[in-house]
């Protein structure tokens, strides 16, 4: 019996530059939710009703967080390397608005990513691409569990601090000066 041997499965990654090149030249619009992740192209799931609150609710406590100097960036593009360029659903970057008018930023202070039905892909794909892109720290507020996962301290494509919080606990961002938020203000 002759086995049929089928030419290797081979994928094409593309750089952060291609992709801009093809949103530029309209092969993806506003309506192409997509993201770049270590070179692929990832589609992104449709925000429900709780996710777009989380987000809001996110936004409004890490500005009461933050003093100035920080840019709060929501669902919008961050250049962590050559081949990945997500939209985290919050970010918060050194500077102003304006310091991004002619390039999204590369570098945060902090990364959200709200999960409802992403979990596994928050803590495994996303989670290794900003460890290695060196964020420092990066929450994970689970719609399911009613809890934030707090990650410090990037080490490879991992974190060396990892800690869970309930609705009842608070958490300060390691950033800012000592302003805590309570979980519970940021869940829907």
């Known amino acids: 019996m002759n086995a049929v041997l089928s030419p290797p499965v081979r994928q094409h990654r593309i750089t952060r530059r291609q992709y801009e090149q093809m949103v530029d030249a309209g092969i993806f619009g506003p ?4 993201e770049l992740l270590d070179g692929e192209l990832i ?12 987000i809001r609710l996110l936004e409004e406590a890490l500005r009461n967080c933050f003093t100035q100097g920080v840019d709060i960036r929501a669902q919008l593009p961050l250049a962590l390397d050559d081949h990945s360029e997500p939209e985290p659903d919050i970010a918060v970057v ?3 608005p304006r310091d991004y008018r002619d390039a999204h ?3 945060a202070e902090l990364v ?3 999960a409802e039905a992403t ?8 989670l290794a691409a900003y460890a290695r892109a060196g964020v420092p720290e990066y929450w994970i507020l ?7 996962e707090v990650c410090r301290r990037p080490m490879g494509e991992a974190y060396g601090e990892r800690r869970i919080l309930s609705a009842d606990e608070s958490v300060a961002p390691m950033a800012q000066n000592g302003r805590a938020l309570r979980v519970a203000d940021i869940l829907p």
């Open 31 to 34: 309506e192409d939710r997509l």
């Open 43 to 54: 589609e992104m799931a449709p925000q429900k009703s709780r996710h777009a609150t989380a």
């Open 94 to 96: 050194p500077g102003g």
């Open 105 to 107: 930023p590369t570098r």
């Open 112 to 114: 959200v990513e709200v």
């Open 119 to 126: 979990l596994a892909y928050d803590r495994g794909r996303k």
């Open 142 to 148: 689970d719609l399911n569990s009613g809890t934030l």
